[in-house]
């Protein structure tokens, strides 16, 4: 424990300490700082020693991105290593001093220690020990594995424990890093003697590797032609293309750069070819060297093609081409979100997060943060590992969606789609959909069985076989089959759709839940401090009272099963019997139902959202209610309300709305915004996870 933090309750801290760069300090970093802010309410980053004064700290910059504290960049910097240099006393006190103020914000802290970016000396260590010891922060070391055997990981880190407590520093845990992923578990068997607990991580190029961007910029590139989006792909080979572009087609890989002068249009061509060709490897991009351009039939050629595919010019001849992309490296920064997931998987596989947090003695939070909340719902849809299955292979964001949720294991997928162009397009991108499952309803075995049984549970409709057959093609109707028969678990789409074209196949083939006629919707409302429930606010435009109790009753289930104590405030201009009414009598003859069919649930109704969220009103309004002043689950009286209240509480508090989330389904399927962003679509498929996995207990 060390410093003060809100209110003065003490403030946890850990310092992230290596002997040497290029260890991936970073990835533990933000690996830390995910665990803590998954479980603590404001969590802040500390640099001591800032990695440059020429240019913002990137990894703080990185992390700062991911604090719930109040703390800004300059408030987050100790000092700089000038100062270190011209009075390691000074710099020490400036940075407990500056240390401090952030603590006064924060309830945990992650300090991360330099980077021997300056003149790298063997007293680095001892001082970043020292820094450690003086803001009483357990160090957790980061050890580089690379080119190291086991027996030599050991002794580095028995010199490093040496150095720590020299410096009266407390070594909590060892992180080994970019170990040979053959030697993980001898690793962690090894270090047993050091006595304290360690953990390893396997070296993984991509986090290494520079995206084009990067290597754009290393070799003084300009974009001749192809998509600008997809210079942000990482660039895992770089290949010279002096051969002739047979062999040279020979030796491509997935993800490589070739490096060829532009008046080589056999090889230029050959290689815009044989990225969009299927069966060869997806391309990072081409660089033209020696500063020459393509003929212009042949330039006129190749902008014919419009290729998405990155070409770039330079000009640098072939050698120093090939020696600055070689030497360009990439990092783990603000916007490198492949990069960033693939940390955060390799953190959360690897090292355990209850056991590191009780290592550094995290507070018990009493409250629950947007933030906490959301990498709860992750954590938990992780643990269910649920089967969903994605209609909208075509759309890029769901494409990134699903690389990042296979990427943290949140859920196996489905993506619907012909298989070839969803996963050029995915390989494009950069996003590895190797895990996942791609089928074309057009093609599918599937269709003949889907068809009998849609044919089957709409024959009061008069459906036929042979229109049933078109109807199953569609992805929504193929999707919601695959939920129907077990092969998924739950359905996400509505990036490209309507909401009418996502939920009316589960109106026509899922059904409601027993005892529930009512499919409605929640937006889970999370505030600085708690979590909400607003129901509905999407689905239902003028409920009847006896829709009003379904959807109470499914909004109280979903918020237990988001971990929401539930108590439910039926909503109206006027609270308890002093006015009546056909709009409010509405809502009392809803909260009566309610009380009828589920007697244990606490409701309170009808009453106004200031009664049933403020303590203070709800004591002059209703002061013998269990739910005044106190409601979890608000439930409007339509639709109007409801949207119009969740999106004025969203931009006016600065709340974070997660939803619509549908209910009342006998399997989960939902419905996204067509704005919805590559966040938004991870968090609805971790949610329909969740719900996949509690429909399961309760059946």
Known sequence: MSGNGPGGHPCSSVYIASPEGHTGKSTVALGILRMLVATTARVGVFRPIARSVAERDYVLELLLADTTADVSYEQAVGVTYEQVHADPDAALGEIVARYHAVAEHCDAIVIVGTDYTDIATPSELSYNARIAANLGAPVLLVVRGLDRTPADILEVSRLCRVELAAQHAYLAAVVVNRCEPADLDRVVEELRAMEVPAWSLPEVPLLT??????????????????????????VMAVMVGAMTAEHLLERLTDGAVVIAP??????????????????????????????????????????GLKPRLPVVTTKLGTFDTAHAASRARGRLAVGSQRKIDTALSLMEQRVPAAELLRRVNVPIPEVMTPQMFEYQIIDRARESRRHIVLPEGSDDRVLRAAGRVLQRRIADLTILGAEVAVRGRAA???????????????DSPLVEQFAQEYARLRAHKGMTVERAREFVTDVSY???????????????????????????????????????????????????????????????????ETQLADIAI???????????????????YSTGESVSGAEVDKVRAATELVRQRDPQLPVAGPIQYDAAIEPAVATTKMPNSDVAGRATVFVFPDLNTGNNTYKAVQRSAGAVAIGPV????????????????????????????IQAAQEGEDR
């Open 209 to 234: 590797a520079p995206t084009m961007a990067e290597l754009c910029e290393a070799i003084g590139g300009e974009l001749y032609s192809g998509d600008p989006e997809l210079l942000q792909r990482e």
């Open 428 to 442: 494009e991108l950069g996003v590895d959909l190797a895990a996942a499952r791609v089928i074309d309803p057009r």
């Open 478 to 544: 193929f999707a919601t089959m695959m939920v129907h028969g077990g092969l998924a678990d739950g359905m996400v789409s509505g990036a490209a759709h309507t909401t009418a074209h996502t939920i009316r196949p589960a109106f026509e083939i899922i059904k409601t839940t027993p005892g529930v006629s009512t499919v409605s919707s929640v937006f889970l409302m999370c505030l600085s401090d708690r979590v909400l429930v607003y129901g509905d606010c999407a689905i239902v435009p003028d409920p009847t």
């Open 662 to 689: 549908l209910q009342g389904l006998r399997k989960p399927v939902n419905d996204l915004s067509r704005g919805a962003l590559v966040t938004d679509i991870v968090n609805t498929i971790a949610i329909t996870a």
């Open 554 to 572: 499914s909004s109280a289930r979903t918020a237990a099963h988001f971990g929401i104590d539930p108590r439910v405030a039926m909503l109206s």
């Open 262 to 303: 532009g008046d080589r249009a056999d090889v230029i061509l050959a290689l815009v070819n044989a990225h969009e060709a299927e069966g060869f490897p997806s391309l990072a991009g081409i660089v033209m060297n020696g500063g020459m351009l393509p003929h212009a039939t042949i330039a006129r050629l190749v902008a």
